[in-house]
């Protein structure tokens, strides 16, 4: 998780011209805009403030769901702290939304948006995220998201705890979280009303463990992709992607090593935390019971890294050996992947690269064959005028370091993520559908 510790907005014009001097003079023949079949890409959210690292849902009555934290006032919620969790809901696949509304008053910061649909329903909805420093909540909802019911997956004291990530099928939900130096599991098989916690990687070495995907495949398989961080010099030292499954609810675990990752680039000119570019790997599975993974690693450190695909259709026994997905040149920087599944074999990916450098863009592929061919490769992203950080070619920065993409009852794609000036502020999220 990258907590913001300053609202103070950070200004650096002569490094601005100097970017969009460099897109008019790029050329990279793509065009920056969405191709044809994706509706061009439109802000979400309050147009007051800075949002970002949004999270996604829909469910199989044509609702769409965005949580995100709001950084900045929230209408009609004085006492709401910064940044406060919204939700924007649509009724009708995308083409409008309500108002964005707050799940819950706080007077502690809410971080780190998760947000899914039952599958097995598909119309139940979960929310999660840390309240402070020291509370997981999980949030549910029967009602396609007016009224909730809440509960503390996990509260700690004594120790700070960071990025929970969220896995639901039916009555049983997940949601993994840094504790100190451990990734720790709550789980719940009463529909989140209760909750018990064990260590997903006992004896683990001295470092971080963070979580970045999780799925619940349908025999009740349930999944978390984490990357294990060295406790320091993390700008130089290699990271390790694993994936853990657990067979019997969460009461022990099974780790595999899926691939080793070189020190991430830096980008301290864009004001960016320790790490922020670093390797993370997103999950999800298919009503089939395949399980897929995207991941963004990298050979040499400090050097741009590649997305990667695996999958698996033995329950996580074993995985396809990884692919990579881009269809960039040697040398771009990738990051930030996002994946979902529906229908068996259907599986769909995203991530951000700099194939514009130095601009960033949004790039999607699809499966029909659980990722044995891809389709080609659409752009998500494109120009908006009144922002500064927009321009022909792309966005300045990625802002915040998750994003997500859905499927929604009538087999159309829905993304959203955040684009931003650098890494503090401003930034805002912005969405698109097609297909």
């Known amino acids: 998780m990258d907590f913001r510790t300053s609202l103070a907005r950070i200004r650096p014009k002569l490094v601005i011209c100097l970017l969009i001097a460099l ?6 023949a793509q065009s920056a805009l969405a191709v044809a079949g994706f509706a061009s890409q439109r ?4 147009a007051t403030g800075d949002q970002w690292e949004p999270a996604m849902a829909a469910d199989g009555h044509g609702h769409v ?4 934290p709001q950084y900045g006032p929230v209408a009609n919620c004085p006492a709401c702290t910064v940044p406060t969790m919204l939700l924007l809901v649509s009724d009708d696949n995308g083409n409008s939304w309500h108002t964005a509304h707050t799940l819950l008053t706080s007077i502690w910061g809410q971080f780190d948006a998760q947000i899914k649909v039952d599958p097995v329903d598909r119309q139940t909805l979960y929310a999660s995220w840390m309240q402070g420093r020291h509370d997981i909540l ?12 809440f509960a503390v997956a996990e509260h700690s004291p004594e120790v700070l705890i960071d990025k929970p990530v969220l896995a639901v099928r039916g009555a049983n939900i997940y949601v993994s979280f840094n504790h100190d130096q451990t990734l720790s599991v709550a789980a719940s098989h009463d529909y989140a009303q209760n909750f018990s916690s064990t260590v997903l990687n006992p004896g683990a070495g001295p470092g971080w463990s963070l979580a970045a995907g999780a799925t619940v495949d349908p025999l009740g398989n349930v999944y978390f992709s984490w990357t294990s ?3 320091t010099n993390l700008l130089t030292q290699p990271v390790e992607l694993f994936i853990s499954q657990s067979i019997n609810g969460g009461r022990s675990w099974n780790t ?3 691939d080793v990752s070189s020190a991430a680039p830096g980008c301290a000119a864009q004001a960016c935390s320790a790490g922020f570019l670093a390797s993370q790997m997103a999950m999800t599975s298919d009503d089939g019971g395949s399980v897929y993974a995207l991941w963004n690693s990298g050979s040499a450190a400090g050097g741009p890294q590649r997305i990667y695909f695996s999958s698996s259709t033995t329950a996580g026994a074993t995985w396809s050996a990884k692919t990579d997905v ?5 040398g771009v920087e990738h990051c930030f992947p996002a994946v979902t599944a529906g229908a068996p074999g259907d599986v769909r990916i995203a991530w951000m690269d700099t194939r514009n450098s130095p601009l960033w863009n949004v790039f999607e592929r699809s499966s029909t064959n659980g990722g044995a061919t891809w389709s080609g490769e659409t752009q998500l992203s494109g120009p908006a005028r009144g922002y500064d950080y927009i321009v022909p070619d792309g966005f300045l920065f990625p802002f915040g370091n998750l994003f997500s993409i859905a499927i929604d ?6 993304a959203v993520w955040g684009e931003g000036r650098n890494y503090k502020s401003p930034g805002s999220i912005w969405y698109t559908r097609g297909r």
């Open 23 to 28: 897109a008019a003079t790029n050329a990279v």
């Open 43 to 46: 802000r979400v959210g309050d």
């Open 65 to 68: 769901y965005i949580l995100f």
């Open 138 to 149: 999980v949030a549910r909802s029967q009602d396609f998201g007016r009224t909730w019911y």
């Open 229 to 231: 961080y060295p406790r």
């Open 256 to 258: 595999t090593s899926m």
């Open 326 to 330: 881009s269809k960039a040149n040697d």
């Open 409 to 414: 009852n009538l087999d159309n794609t829905h």
